[in-house]
């Protein structure tokens, strides 16, 4: 069993990622704490395709929040896939922004990244309103490459 995590977060709040890579199952668990939004705690529960020893896929099977209540995932035209790619420990020396370089904090150094597939096609909040936001915002956290280590 393999555990990971990322955070980034600043004064106003934090969001972190964890991944438990578990042969051919994974859970990722994104929490989000941030002024003036509600939080957020979801587990996506996964299968598991290593492809290599250094990439892999987890397709999204369920949620569940923080309590262990079961969660509906968004509809998505094929499965919902997250991609990582696992490589030597990196420096992540550069903020991206002025808010992070001034008063940020991030996972560094990092060993893993992972995004949820490019051609994952999910349905919006407005389309499929049975999801919980929380599962909208998580997957919106993964949206664009986390850094885990």
Known sequence: MTTLAGFIGTKHGETQVALVLDGDRAELAVTADWMGQDDVHVVF????DAV???SG???LESARDEGGA???LPQSDGSIVV???RL???PAKYAGCNEMAT???WTDPFSLVLWLHRETA???ADEDPGVPPAVHVALDWIHHPFKLS
Request: glycine letters at 4%.
């Open 83 to 85: 991609e990582y790619l």
């Open 88 to 90: 030597p420990a990196q």
């Open 45 to 48: 529960v996964c299968r598991h």
């Open 57 to 59: 896929v987890l397709i």
């Open 52 to 54: 290599s020893d250094y």
């Open 70 to 72: 079961q969660l509906k």
């Open 103 to 105: 008063e940020g904090r």
């Open 122 to 124: 999910l349905a919006s």
